[in-house]
């Protein structure tokens, strides 16, 4: 059967630019991959056809030969150094995939060693809000895993070098045929850094690294909330074998208080006072997050539940110099155990008041007698 021309096969034409060839292959792969038309026979040649057209349209040798001599450019190794006679689709299959689909179908050939990172740490502080408002510096202690000193990380007993990985003979990457292709994967025995430990360091065993108590000073910066996570780069495990160290994470835990409230960069503070002082009005000194003082007014006929803004005392961004606010509520507390002259005086005072001095008062029971009526 007579082999279709390479451009019909893509759907391009000859002018089609190496983006558009790319990008009309990608169709057809995603199209008629074995993996989504499982038995499907016809599916399966048209993705090797598809393969294989684009396997000479997007080298622009093979393309001019192609362009120049048709099919015949490759039988029987015509076509000088582009020829290849008739296509062997299992052995160039995973190097057009590679270069098509990068790391993702089988890692780049360009990058076949694992740089054998260390594993990232989290650590859990507490602090109080105070020290969230002001920051702090504080030294921690942790387990973890240190670079070897005696073979410096590399793994290898000093004066010995790694040789190449007897498996993937140093290429940190193993082909196997899987059906019609083969698939490229990482060497199961060197991780894909393609080299072998042949004389192990005796203080680490060949890892490179060895356990350890890290002791570290850390600055918690002002601002900071309840559940911030902080990154130190390279604190965390060695990596194996002269790999890079991972990453240590603060998680923040910010302590309840036991008079403010936080929300973000706000913070709500209630404040009680008695019935005389919000009926009459007076002035009261509160206490402050950064340890001082403020004085709010208390107007009279100042009602329970009303809040008042203190501009700027609240908690400092992490980022700036800006500050939150601070919102005191005011709740008015009834008196209790009254003494024989307290009685009398508010009984008193209730046989004076009027409707006027109590306007939340009247109108719920307007609305009470209206509902009673209907």
Same mark, same amino acid.
């Given at each position: *059967? !007579?082999?279709?021309?390479?451009?019909? #096969?893509?759907? #391009?034409?000859?002018?089609?630019?190496?983006?558009?060839? $790319?990008?009309?292959?990608? $169709?057809?792969?995603?199209?008629?991959?074995?993996?989504?038309?499982?038995?499907?026979?016809?599916?399966? +040649?048209?993705?090797?056809?598809a393969s294989e057209a684009y396997h000479v349209l997007s080298n622009s040798e093979r393309k001019q030969n192609y362009d120049n001599?048709?099919?015949?450019?490759?039988?029987?190794?015509?076509?000088?150094?582009?020829?290849?006679?008739?296509?062997?689709?299992?052995?160039?299959?995973?190097?057009?995939?590679?270069?098509?689909?990068?790391?993702?179908?089988? @890692?780049?050939?360009?990058?076949?060693?694992?740089?054998?990172?260390?594993?990232?740490?989290?650590?859990?502080?507490?602090?109080?809000?105070?020290?969230?408002?002001? @920051?702090?510096?504080?030294?921690?202690?942790?387990?973890?895993? +240190?670079?070897?000193?005696?073979?410096?990380?590399?793994?290898?007993?000093?004066? /010995?070098? &790694?040789?190449?990985?007897? *498996?993937?003979?140093?290429?940190?990457?193993?082909?196997? =045929?899987?059906?019609?292709?083969? #698939?490229?994967?990482?060497?199961?025995?060197?991780?894909?850094?393609?080299?072998?430990?042949?004389?192990?360091? %005796?203080?680490?065993?060949?890892? @490179?690294?060895?356990?350890?108590?890290?002791?570290? =000073?850390?600055?918690?910066?002002?601002?900071?909330?309840? @559940?911030?996570?902080?990154?130190?780069?390279?604190k965390g495990e060695a990596g194996s074998r002269g790999g890079s160290s991972g990453d240590l994470y603060l998680f923040i835990n #910010?302590? =309840? /208080?036991?008079?403010f409230k936080r929300s973000d960069e706000n913070l709500f503070f209630e404040c009680p006072v008695s019935i005389a002082d919000a !009926?009459?009005? &007076?002035?009261?000194?509160?206490?402050?997050?950064?340890?001082?003082?403020?004085?709010?007014?208390?107007?009279?006929?100042?009602?329970?539940?009303?809040?008042?803004?203190?501009?700027?005392?609240? *908690?400092?961004?992490?980022?700036?110099?800006?500050?939150?606010?601070?919102? %005191?509520?005011?709740?008015?507390? %009834?008196? %209790? =155990?009254?003494?024989?002259?307290?009685?009398?005086?508010?009984?008193?005072?209730?046989?004076?008041?009027?409707?006027?001095?109590?306007?939340?008062?009247?109108?719920?029971?307007?609305?009470?007698?209206?509902?009673?009526?209907?």
């Amino acid at each position: *059967m !007579a082999k279709r021309d390479y451009y019909e #096969v893509l759907g #391009v034409n000859k002018s089609a630019s190496a983006e558009q060839i $790319k990008s009309a292959y990608r $169709k057809l792969a995603v199209k008629y991959h074995p993996d989504k038309n499982k038995g499907d026979k016809g599916a399966e +040649e048209k993705f090797k056809e598809a393969s294989e057209a684009y396997h000479v349209l997007s080298n622009s040798e093979r393309k001019q030969n192609y362009d120049n001599f048709g099919h015949a450019a490759f039988e029987n190794g015509g076509g000088g150094r582009g020829g290849f006679g008739n296509f062997d689709f299992s052995n160039h299959f995973s190097d057009i995939f590679e270069d098509f689909f990068g790391e993702g179908f089988g @890692g780049s050939r360009r990058s076949r060693r694992s740089n054998n990172r260390g594993s990232d740490l989290r650590y859990d502080l507490s602090i109080s809000l105070e020290e969230a408002f002001s @920051g702090k510096k504080q030294d921690i202690k942790f387990s973890t895993s +240190e670079k070897c000193e005696t073979c410096s990380g590399s793994g290898s007993k000093p004066g /010995h070098q &790694t040789g190449a990985c007897s *498996m993937c003979g140093g290429h940190g990457q193993v082909r196997s =045929s899987q059906g019609f292709f083969t #698939v490229q994967q990482t060497c199961p025995q060197c991780g894909g850094g393609g080299e072998e430990i042949t004389n192990p360091c %005796v203080s680490c065993n060949g890892q @490179g690294k060895k356990q350890a108590s890290k002791r570290l =000073s850390v600055t918690i910066p002002k601002g900071v909330d309840d @559940g911030t996570r902080i990154r130190l780069s390279g604190k965390g495990e060695a990596g194996s074998r002269g790999g890079s160290s991972g990453d240590l994470y603060l998680f923040i835990n #910010v302590n =309840s /208080h036991e008079l403010f409230k936080r929300s973000d960069e706000n913070l709500f503070f209630e404040c009680p006072v008695s019935i005389a002082d919000a !009926a009459l009005g &007076t002035s009261i000194e509160i206490p402050t997050i950064n340890g001082g003082k403020a004085k709010i007014k208390i107007p009279a006929g100042t009602q329970s539940g009303k809040q008042f803004r203190l501009r700027g005392k609240g *908690m400092p961004y992490m980022r700036g110099n800006d500050f939150g606010d601070l919102y %005191v509520q005011v709740n008015t507390e %009834v008196p %209790v =155990s009254l003494n024989k002259e307290q009685k009398e005086l508010l009984e008193k005072f209730r046989d004076i008041e009027n409707e006027k001095s109590n306007p939340s008062i009247k109108k719920f029971f307007q609305k009470a007698k209206s509902f009673w009526k209907n």
